[in-house]
């Protein structure tokens, strides 16, 4: 009986009746806020020039267009548990150092001339290089290049604000100071699985700073004309922790994969969310019946048990796309399930 006075009773004992919210507590499968969505670079980078512009460092601490998904926008994400901006510094500049228990990584878009201290080690930056910056390692930013400096800026700070976990502080100088060989990490363990014997393993992050382009693109062309790749993503390869095999990060795994010409992918859904963003080429992907049309350095994202399918639209060009996700955090919890789906025209 809804006009039960004992309903009204709960209210100030902090106590309710599981039976009407059943539904909503147990629901039938899993219904995301995030909704598909593209963001335009070629819409959104003038944009970004135009801050950089009217706006200083000293200003903003972090010059950065937040990519908010229309169903996230309170508080701001893109996904329910990661976050993509754009980010941009200009020659001359150096960003403030900071760090925070989200974890968070740089993959570079544009310039050249740059980098990034990370725990005391220079890690440089280049189009095509995936940089990590794991949670509560310090990290500042510096320009001595001649042209503006853009990357796609990714974190977990959704996840670990979810969880009540976050923490911040900013360093006592405005630059840590320099304590490492630059690159280490990259030049130390970023040769397959050859990796130093005299290092022991320093907690669950990649110890490998930067992925570079270059060896990227090596293993997609050594392995692309010849492998049969997946149905469903081309030709994908993971970056991978080499004292582990798994992800670069226990919360984000970071993916980079091939769609031969003409290809036309199989449809799933998965219930990781992801992120991607356009390296080259030009197609679409289909979530849910909605066509998210893509190219270079677009961003677009596919939330968690989405169905989708993506299509390279040129029939003489590679696609090649980055990816990252939340799959590591629903493998650890148990919770990470993947079928086949048809996404809709």
Not at 9 to 25: C, S
Not at 147 to 173: R, S, T
Not at 256 to 274: E, I, K, M
Not at 325 to 344: F, I, K, N
Request: contains cysteine; proline residues 8%.
């Amino acid at each position: 009986m809804t006009d039960d006075p004992a309903y009204k009773a709960l209210d100030g004992l902090g106590a309710a009746p599981l039976w009407r919210f059943y539904g909503n507590l147990f629901p039938a499968q899993p219904r995301s806020r995030a909704v598909p969505h593209r963001w335009s670079w070629k819409e959104l980078r003038p944009h970004l020039l135009h801050f950089s512009q009217t706006l200083s460092l000293e200003e903003a601490e972090r010059r950065v267009l937040m990519l908010v998904n229309p169903g996230l926008t309170d508080p701001p994400a893109t996904v329910n548990t990661l976050y993509a901006g754009l980010q941009i510094i200009l020659p001359g500049e150096t960003a403030q150092a900071h760090r925070h228990t989200s974890n968070a990584f740089r993959f570079i878009l544009e310039g050249d001339g740059a980098w990034t201290t990370v725990n005391g080690e220079r890690v440089f930056m280049a189009p095509g290089d995936l940089l990590l910056t794991p949670g509560w390692h310090w990290h500042d930013h510096t320009h001595e290049g001649d042209v503006p400096m853009i990357w796609l800026d990714a974190l977990d700070y959704p996840l670990v604000n979810a969880l009540e976990a976050g923490f911040y502080e900013k360093y006592p100088q405005r630059l840590q100071p320099v304590t490492l060989p630059d690159d280490a990490g990259s030049r130390q363990f970023l040769h397959g699985r050859l990796t130093p014997a005299w290092i022991t393993p320093q907690g669950p992050n990649s110890p490998v700073t930067r992925y570079t382009w270059q060896e990227t693109n090596r293993a997609l062309e050594a392995i692309a004309d010849t492998a049969e790749g997946s149905d469903v993503d081309g030709i994908v390869l993971e970056y991978t922790n080499p004292w582990t095999g798994g992800p670069v990060m226990p919360t984000i795994g970071c993916r980079v994969q091939r769609l031969r010409p003409g290809f036309d992918g199989a449809g799933r859904r998965q219930t990781a969310s992801t992120i991607f963003n356009v390296i080259r080429g030009e197609g679409a992907t289909i979530v849910d019946g909605k066509r998210l049309d893509w190219t270079e350095n677009d961003t677009f994202a596919i939330p968690g048990w989405a169905s989708y399918r993506h299509l390279n639209t040129s029939t003489s060009s590679d696609a090649v796309l980055f990816s990252y996700s939340d799959e590591p955090v629903m493998r650890s919890l148990g919770l990470y399930r993947t079928e086949s789906a048809d996404p809709g025209a």
